[in-house]
């Protein structure tokens, strides 16, 4: 049978449309000049997105990944360092703690925001603690006041991951500027995406910010002289053009997204009987900037197969927690370790939830997930 509506998890042409004269124009602008890596595009896009951000420093890199293993490298983090991470996130958030040498220290999630539990971090810090990384899971704010607090008693860094939660605030300040770092992504899938692979790195000490620009071209403050070993994590020209034009629609998308929440929550606040799906939760001083839509529903998988033969894009962030992942056999967490964040592996489901989202769409997703727990 046909499904009688596609509503694809994210739909990148119908963000695309209207402002594809502007991207055209500003690509061409690179093309035509030939700079390539780095220069004035780049400058500018640093400019105009610490400027929203409210950021001291804002440095562009190559992606995600390279934006968290760059602000690794500026703290020489190595063997016999510890960074606490939560055991439920996108992988690159562990995987770059390995790559500097330095062990990942796991810890569980909180069951409300999926994000990582204070008091886990609390118990995992230890003398060769170096740095902590929260990360603000599908566009919510981690719990950074008492997270802060205690980094500071323990004289350790702060790395926030905020590759899915550009725009967001806690108590009105952007994530991403609480912290010694703040790292994003421009992934296309992410709120404010790229064309191809970026991201961004924000600092607030200056010092810092003079080694993360140095390590992001093989630690060379001049061409060929190298005081430290660095990488290639270099932001591409074209990129930062297209993030120019898109970056001045973002806080529209934002609202649009958030405005999307609301009508789930009142879509399913009017089903009878209620489907055993719970909404994500927006915590008071936490504007959630909704990179995902994550519900929790009973029997998930049924649900997801269920919602995909109908015509609904859905996904599962993430399936498989870090603890379970066979490259970190080694920590020694077998199955049962972090039970919070098996749950959420086993419950979670992210909903279309893209800006241009309509009301019909909406109401077919959720007359869709209504119909998969009724009595047959
Ligand atoms: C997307 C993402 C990254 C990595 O970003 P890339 O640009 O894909 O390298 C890191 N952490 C989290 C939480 C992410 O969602």
Redesign the pocket.
Known sequence: MQPLMQVPLLDLAAQYAPIRDAVVEAVTRVIDTQQFILGSEVNAFEAEVAAYLGARHAIGVS??????LVAMMALELGPGDEVIVPTY?????AGCVTRTGARPVLVDIDPVTCNLDVQAVRRALTPRTRAIVP???YGQAADMTPLLALAREHGVSVIE????AIGATLDGRSLGTLGDFG?F???P??NLGAAG???LVTVQDDALAVRVRMLRVHGAQRTYHHEKVGGNFRMAAIQAAVLRVKLRHLEAWTQARRRNADRYRALFASLTPAAPVQLPVELPGRRHIY?QFVVRAARRDGLRDHLRAHGVGCEI?YPVPFHLQPCFGDLGAPAGTFPEAERAAAETLALPIYSELNEAQQQYVVETIAAFYAPA
């Open positions: 992606s995600g990944t390279d934006a968290l996130s996108f992988f690159a958030t990360v603000h899971l991951d905020a590759a899915q790292c992504s421009f992934y899938s992410k692979d970026a991201g990179n962030y």
